[in-house]
């Protein structure tokens, strides 16, 4: 494979940088302070992300991350994004990494990338137009309700929450949390996972369902900090459902199919992830750069301190190694597809976190208590790269994929040569 951005991707890209450095950095910081002051139960949505989302739409830059067109009625062409492939959309997913609003204000914003996916590839011509056609135009926002509090939700096949078709309808009852975007003023629609037949194979006991956010019986019964951050205007929440009733036309698919659309939406997630993260890591190294030549102790430059230069060295080195994973990773999902890339999506979901969360927290220590505080966007950076070890599957998971996947190998030659 060639690493070098296409010529479609490198347009791209210095055009997603030219609206970074010249709308988001310079009105960024005062936009986080007024997001970090939110309290639970009084999220707002700052009119400085409405005025840039403007911006971007006139600028083209918008639902980039769709790999081919989408063709939605209602939807202008001029928003149904570019068609890049995960590897042409994988560095400017890098670049706005950098910054918390970019992927926000070009619509390329989790969950709602995933969901948007989601319904373009498996959702009818009603659940497009009612629920997709929004999203694509960023009128509204939503979330996806999957991971639960009283399992270990690593193994989906826990599931507790149940969707059980009644008739020509689906039942709802359960009690979901993480759920990324719920606390969002403009979040309308929920996907929710749930057990609809234990007695079918254990990949078709599940059914996605589209549940409208003013549902009776669905309850937010509270915003989780993550690590103190509340991640306010969506916020990650706990939501319960309580024979929440829905037509059997609400169910995305067919009712079992929930785990064959798990797989697909997750996938290309989580490239978006990793390269957000390799952006992150690249502006932590350069705070950590700038500190270890500006800042001075025992008479000398902190570079020239306690193996900082070495430190500073490792950081290089291992942000360029995850982002050529993470570039074979996309490339693999673009040629081969999910299944011939699902080795290389579990490393990289295992390799980029743990190596953003190492170069930021050497970056924390360079700034001293500074690092801890908010004056530095390292805190923020370090509970992202720390939760995102956990989310879509923890280390654990994906380390037992790529395992077996690797032993499989040495089984069937085993097995061949009898």
């Keep these: 494979m060639d690493f070098a951005p296409s010529p479609r991707a490198q347009e791209h890209l210095e ?34 992300v409405d005025e840039l989302k403007r911006k971007a739409q006139a600028a083209g830059l918008w639902n980039l991350f769709l790999p081919h067109p989408a063709e939605v009625p209602g939807v202008p062409a001029e928003l149904a994004g570019p068609g890049l492939r995960n590897a042409e959309y994988a560095v ?3 670049r706005m990494g950098r910054t918390q609003l970019a992927p926000e204000v070009m619509n390329c914003n989790a969950p709602d990338t995933g969901n948007m996916e989601v319904l373009l590839a498996f959702g009818s011509p009603e659940q497009q137009e009612r629920w997709l056609a929004p999203l694509l135009r960023g009128e509204i926002r939503s979330a996806f309700c999957m991971t639960e509090p009283d399992v270990a939700s690593s193994d989906a096949t826990n599931m507790q929450a149940t969707a059980i078709v009644d008739g020509d309808e689906i039942v709802l009852n359960g009690r979901k949390w993480w759920s990324t975007g719920i606390g969002h003023p403009d979040c309308e629609v929920l996907i929710f996972m749930g057990l609809t037949d234990p007695e079918a194979h254990r990949y078709g006991q599940h059914s996605m369902v589209l549940v409208p956010r003013d549902t009776p019986g669905v309850t937010v019964e509270r915003m989780l900090p993550t690590m103190g951050f509340l991640d306010a205007p969506g916020g990650h929440g706990e939501v319960s459902f309580t024979d929440v009733r829905l037509p059997l036309s609400a169910v995305i698919g067919t009712p079992g199919g929930a785990f064959g659309i798990a797989q697909a939406r ?24 700038r500190r270890a030549t500006t800042r001075v102790a025992f008479g000398k430059p902190l570079a020239n301190l306690g ?15 995850a982002r050529l994973l993470v570039l074979h990773a996309a490339w693999l999902l673009d040629t081969q597809g999910l299944q011939g890339a699902l080795g290389a999506v579990s490393q990289i979901k295992v390799v980029v976190p743990n190596m953003a969360q190492e170069v930021i927290d050497m970056a924390i220590q360079l700034h001293g208590g500074g690092g801890l505080s908010d004056d530095f966007p390292l805190a923020g950076a370090w509970t992202n790269a720390r939760a995102l070890r956990l989310a879509d599957g923890p280390d654990e998971v994906h380390r037992g994929v ?14 061949a040569a009898r």
């Design 15 to 48: 055009r997603v940088d030219a609206f970074i450095r010249e709308e988001i950095e310079p009105r960024e910081e005062a936009h986080l302070r007024e997001t970090l002051a939110m309290r639970e139960g009084a999220f707002v949505v700052p009119p400085l």
């Design 92 to 94: 400017l997913a890098e």
């Design 266 to 289: 997750l996938g290309p997630g989580r490239v978006h992830h990793c390269m957000r993260l390799i952006g992150l890591a690249e502006l932590a190294l350069e705070h950590a750069c």
């Design 307 to 321: 193996g900082n230069r070495e430190r500073i060295a490792d950081a290089r080195m291992k942000i360029d190694q």
């Design 402 to 415: 790529v395992a077996r996947l690797e032993l499989a190998r040495y089984k069937d030659a085993a097995e």
